[in-house]
C-alpha cells in the first residue's frame, strides 16, 4: 500500500519545513519529485535528502506569488519528469498582526501567497491529470482555517480559504480521477513558527490547547501527505485532513 512508484509530486515551498518532509517522504515511497521554492539555492539540502533515495529530482525556482513563474514552473516539470502527478501547494507565509493593525501590503502578501499562488498552480496542473484521469492535489491548510489564533486574522483567513477552495475544485474534477484535498496541522517547530514559539507564554497556550500536550512534527504531516497522494485515497476528495492532536475539537 501506499506506493508512490512511476508518479511524479510537484512541491512548492520545499527548500525546509513542511514542504521538505513532505518532499522526502513522497521520494520514500518512489515518487519522482520536483522541487520548488522562491530561490533555487535554498533548495540544494532538500535536494541532498532526496539524492539517496534514487529519485528523479528536478529543482526550481517558483515564486508562487508570480502566476507566470507558476506557469513556467509546472511546464517546466512536464517537461524535465514528463508530468505532474501529485501537486503539494505547501508554500505559505504568516506574519501575524492584530486586525487594527493589518496594511494592505501585508492582507495581499498572505492571499497572494497562500491562496492565489496553490490555486493557480492547481489550476496550471489539471489539465493534465484530466487528460490522464488521475490526479492528487494537496494543499497545505492549517487548523487556522478551523478555529481562530488571536493576531492572526489574515492568515486565519487565507486558511479558511484553502478549505473552501478544496472543496470546490475537488467537486469540479472528481469524475476525471482527480482528488483535491487539504492537511491541516496544528503547530509544527518550522522557520515559520519558531521566533513565537520561543515564548514560553505562547509555547505553553499551544501546548495546553492540543489535548496530547505536544507540537506535531513535520513527518506526522508528511505522512498524511502520503497517504492522500496514495492510490488507496481515491475516495478521499474535497476534505481538510486535520493533524492537529485534537486542538479543534473542543
Ligand atoms: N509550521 C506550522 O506550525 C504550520 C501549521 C499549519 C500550517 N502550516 C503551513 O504549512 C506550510 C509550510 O509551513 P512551514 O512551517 O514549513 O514554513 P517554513 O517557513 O519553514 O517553510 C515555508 C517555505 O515556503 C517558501 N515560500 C514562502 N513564500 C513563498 C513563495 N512566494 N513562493 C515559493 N515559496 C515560498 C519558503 O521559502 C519556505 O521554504 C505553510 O503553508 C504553512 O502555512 C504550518
Request: glycine fraction near 10%.
Amino acid at each position: 500500500m501506499f506506493s508512490l512508484k512511476g508518479k511524479v509530486a510537484l512541491i512548492t515551498g520545499a527548500a525546509t519545513g513542511l514542504g521538505q518532509a513532505i518532499a522526502v517522504a513522497l521520494g520514500q515511497r518512489g515518487a519522482d519529485i520536483a522541487i520548488s521554492d522562491k530561490q533555487l539555492d535554498r533548495l540544494f539540502e532538500t535536494e541532498s535528502l532526496l539524492v539517496p533515495l534514487g529519485s528523479k529530482i528536478h529543482k526550481l525556482a517558483m515564486d508562487v506569488r508570480d502566476p507566470e513563474q507558476v506557469k513556467a514552473g509546472v511546464a517546466s516539470t512536464e517537461q524535465f519528469l514528463g508530468r505532474v502527478d501529485i501537486l503539494v501547494n505547501n508554500a505559505g507565509i504568516n506574519r501575524p498582526s492584530p486586525g487594527l493593525e493589518v496594511s494592505l501590503e501585508n492582507w495581499e502578501d498572505h492571499f497572494n501567497t497562500n491562496v492565489r499562488g496553490g490555486f493557480f498552480a492547481a489550476q496550471a496542473v489539471a489539465p493534465g491529470m484530466i487528460r490522464r484521469n488521475w490526479g492528487r492535489i494537496i494543499f497545505i491548510s492549517s487548523q487556522s482555517g478551523v478555529v481562530g489564533i488571536p493576531a492572526q486574522p489574515v492568515y486565519c483567513a487565507t486558511k479558511g480559504a484553502i478549505i473552501q477552495l478544496v472543496r470546490t475544485l475537488g467537486l469540479e474534477w472528481a469524475k476525471h480521477g482527480v482528488t483535491v484535498n487539504s492537511i491541516a496541522p496544528t503547530f509544527v517547530e518550522t522557520n515559520l513558527t519558531r521566533a513565537r514559539l520561543q515564548n514560553p507564554e505562547f509555547r505553553k497556550f499551544v501546548e495546553t490547547k492540543i489535548p496530547c500536550g505536544h507540537l506535531a512534527r513535520p513527518e506526522h504531516i508528511a505522512a498524511a501527505a502520503v497517504y492522500l497522494a496514495s492510490e488507496e485515497a481515491a475516495m478521499v476528495n474535497c476534505e481538510t485532513h486535520l493533524v492537529d492532536g485534537g486542538w479543534t475539537a473542543w
